[in-house]
T-cell receptor, first 115, second 114 residues
Framework: DTEVTQTPKHLVMGMTNKKSLKCEQH?????MYWYKQKAKKPPELMFVYSYEKLSINESVPSRFSPECPNSSLLNLHLHALQPEDSALYLC??????????????FGEGSWLTVV | GQNIDQPTEMTATEGAIVQINCTYQTSGFNGLFWYQQHAGEAPTFLSYNVLDGLEEKGRFSSFLSRSKGYSYLLLKELQMKDSASYLCAVRAPNYGGSQGNLIFGKGTKLSVKP
């Protein structure tokens, strides 16, 4: 089973709203990632959690706030977003942050529209 | 800097063979991945190469030459469902910490015609 589950699949929010995207995996993976993908563009790394600790923040604005409550869950809290933040947000995981060959498995993504 | 190049679009005929090329220049190398992404869906893992040579998985094969910074994905017996974007991604050390994370190319949109 190589499943990464994301909810919700679609989210429409206003610029003053606070919402969260959720991600879950039960493969025992210890690295989890958030990527952002705009239409016809490749995924871009936002955050990396390694053993439940934030190891990388790729200069993401503070209106995006990640959280890793435990080794299976990863959240992305959204507040005061802009219309240009509308995109597909992909959660991913890999087995061991220290091993170079681990495949990164993606969830189905959450489509976010900011109005 | 990090740079990954692949063709933007390709067209092929059902039943044929197509080769999608990828060249990369990265500061370090910890493996190259190919992902398939259908429109509106998440990327799906296809293959991984870290040593030179050919990896075969059914209708899909991937080749790597580290000295040339070059890889290709070969798709045989093309089917209509193979119409998708194919993403080349390199894992580079010191990009994203630990053993690195993925740097994606812009993707190649493959259209399979009857």
């Amino acid at each position: 089973d190589t499943e990464v589950t994301q909810t919700p699949k679609h989210l429409v929010m206003g610029m003053t709203n606070k919402k969260s995207l959720k991600c879950e995996q039960h493969m025992g993976h210890r690295a989890m990632y958030w990527y952002k993908q705009k239409a016809k563009k490749p995924p871009e790394l936002m955050f990396v959690y390694s053993y439940e600790k934030l190891s990388i923040n790729e200069s993401v604005p503070s209106r995006f706030s990640p959280e890793c409550p435990n080794s299976s869950l990863l959240n992305l809290h959204l507040h005061a977003l802009q219309p240009e933040d509308s995109a597909l947000y992909l959660c991913a995981s890999s087995q061991d942050p220290q091993a170079s060959g681990n495949t990164i498995y993606f969830g189905e993504g959450s489509w976010l529209t900011v109005v | 800097g990090q740079n990954i190049d692949q063709p933007t679009e390709m067209t092929a005929t059902e039943g044929a063979i197509v080769q999608i090329n990828c060249t990369y220049q990265t500061s370090g190398f910890n493996g190259l991945f190919w992902y398939q992404q259908h429109a509106g869906e998440a990327p799906t893992f296809l293959s991984y190469n870290v040593l030179d040579g050919l990896e075969e998985k059914g209708r899909f094969s991937s080749f790597l030459s580290r000295s040339k910074g070059y890889s290709y994905l070969l798709l045989k017996e093309l089917q209509m469902k193979d119409s998708a974007s194919y993403l080349c991604a390199v894992r580079a050390p010191n990009y994203g910490g630990s053993q690195g994370n993925l740097i994606f190319g812009k993707g190649t949109k493959l259209s399979v015609k009857p």
